[in-house]
């Protein structure tokens, strides 16, 4: 019979604090490398994380061990899950509380999260790593598709808090003459977006 591993580990929502401390920095016109590579891979791994979890979601388990792709069909929670490669095994129902409530199901934001890991993975400049993490946090749930209407902010995905906590985290960041080209600009973008959800155009539901 299969072993049973420990629980799967997930990375982390961002500390709001960490995404404030690099929006001031960047507004001064302080060049923080550390700091724009710390927050910007903890973004990193927190969209990974939504990758796998969506993709398991639609019946490709990533075994945590070796990461061979686990097939599943039914959403039975007995289901087992059992890696053909190193033996790890688990149910799904078992799998699938390591990660619910957690905000880790990409939904209509998936296309995103993917382009940031690819992106990021390519970057070089902080210049080029601090415009990667400004479009990651200031997106929008289906924004990308025209027939559907807007959802809630991909921030909640990836900040620590409710819907109106990472809404508030956001509407705070710092902005000055030393911002980085184009964050001034998302911000705009952005606000017009959510007037535009608070006059009428209601959230997405179905993630």
Known sequence: ?????????????????????????????????????????????????????????????ECPQCETVIRREPLDADYPLVCPQCGWATTWGEYHRTFQHQELYGGGAIDIFRWYVEQWERAAT?????????????????ETRQDHILGRPTGVNLIEGNRQQVLAVLDGLTYGPGSSPGLAEMDAAWRETWRRVQAGTKPNCEE
Request: one cysteine or more; aromatic letters at 8%.
């Open 1 to 61: 019979m299969a072993r049973r591993e420990p629980p799967v580990r997930w990375a982390p929502r961002l500390r709001p604090e960490r995404l404030r401390r690099l929006y001031t920095a960047d507004a001064r016109g302080l060049v923080d490398e550390e700091l724009i590579d710390d927050v910007g891979f903890a973004l990193y791994s927190r969209c990974r994380s939504i990758l796998t979890a969506s993709r398991a979601m639609h019946g490709e388990v």
């Open 126 to 142: 902080p210049q080029q790593k601090i415009q990667l993490i400004d479009r990651l946090v200031h997106a929008w749930h289906w």
